[in-house]
């Protein structure tokens, strides 16, 4: 894979650097760039090492042939670039390359409710109680990040389809839809950083739905196209395909044991040293270090390794409803069947909140989604061999079938409705009570299909 970022691996210092950071997603990538442009004499010696690699603009899957292609798998492929761990309790989705689960999330970029941190460790609890912009105040920082990143609202976001169907939802239920910060570029274009005539480039949103296996365009504002060109225009060093392994203490501060792939088979181990080790290998990377470490004779706190809880998140699917929603991605092909007319938008663009009144764990919101194109292939996949409607298949590829008589035109057009409903209780029991019958009978549909 093309690097425009990455340092050449034979360029690594041998003696000691004064920081070493873990990880290149947004705790990585935010921490090296803001330490390697440190005003400081002499300048602090950065380096970034990341386990997964460099993934250019136009680089990523695309179809479902492709995305499991890129599955992260330690053994077999540990360049991959989704990882999916699938636990008893838990299925666990992350990012593994140059810019983290960035480039994989879903853009959006917005503030925790101030009550959030209520139980959390009193520093940030009375800095989150300090108004913005008076000296202290822990949003000051959400507004330097939301500045990097480029954070904002789709500009034509109350446009889309599939918002309307949101907003048409919200509006019976007595809610409004908001537009969502979204790390997303609407308005810019042009180069973010060059080297050796090489650019990462960055190009405006073309609203093709595929932000979750990767933007093909330039236009999400992953940690890629602004935190880590900011790091390396600082002097960081960036190290791709460089897995950690185990730290240990050693005499100049610390030892980072490291396997660094030249490709998907073959590698090296290494050793690295510095004053100051920095693990931001996401929740589960950096407690996975952590073990290792520990195993090697690192003395740490007991819970290590426990109590880890997600983020609340359920997905719901309505099926045949009488709303277009043309919430389907089409990846950067034009003239591809689901190119169509506005495109679906990224992947999150609105939010209705519910119960908002109630405590804080008792709220819950309802976003739209649009289906990356490497899914929907997936899921067409899935309908031709078990399809729960009539027409699933054709639905999710856009192909033309055989004309059911007098309901031709309107379903031709119509995508599969698909909205995540982030509900904190009883997805099933909201779906239930929200769905007219005619949506609950494809409901049930579904469930004895699957
Ligand atoms: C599909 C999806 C959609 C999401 N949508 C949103 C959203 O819309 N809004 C939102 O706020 N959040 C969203 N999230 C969550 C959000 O993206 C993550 O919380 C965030 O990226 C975590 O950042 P991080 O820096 O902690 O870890 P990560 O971004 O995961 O970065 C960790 C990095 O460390 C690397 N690493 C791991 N182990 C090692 C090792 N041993 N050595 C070297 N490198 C290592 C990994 O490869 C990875 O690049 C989404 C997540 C997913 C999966
Ligand atoms: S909708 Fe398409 S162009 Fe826009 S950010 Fe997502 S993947 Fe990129």
Known sequence: ??????????????????????????????????LANAPLNPKLKICLLERGQEWPIGSFPDTIEHVAEQTYNATLNPLGLYQVDVHTAIVIIRGSGLGGTSLVNANVAIRPEPDCFDTWPAAIRQAAQIPEGNAGSLWNY???????LGVGPHPNGLQLLKIQALQKRATELGKKVELLNIAVNFDQEGPVFTRDGKSVMRRKCINCGDCMTGCNVGAKN?????????????GAQIFTQTAVRHVEKSNQGWAVSVRRHKNRFAFEDATLVASNVVLAAGTLGSTEILLRSQAKGLSLAPGIGSRFGGNGDFFGTAYNSDQITNNVGWGNHPGDPFDRSGGPGPSIVGLARYKTDASFVQRFNIEDLTVPRAYRNFLALVGRKRAPFPNWHREFTGATAAPRKGCVARRSQRSTQLLSDVSLHGPRRFRRAALPARRQSAHRLARRGS
């Not at 959400?142 to 990097?148: G, L």
């Not at 992953?222 to 600082?234: Q, R």
């Open 222 to 234: 992953t940690v890629y196209m602004s935190y880590l060109p900011l790091a390396k225009l600082g």
């Open 142 to 148: 959400y507004r330097r990040a939301e500045s990097t």
């Open 1 to 34: 894979m093309e690097s425009i970022l990455a340092t050449a691996w034979d360029e690594r210092l041998a003696g000691p650097y004064d920081v070493i950071v873990v990880g290149s997603g947004y705790g990585g990538a935010i921490t090296a760039a803001r």
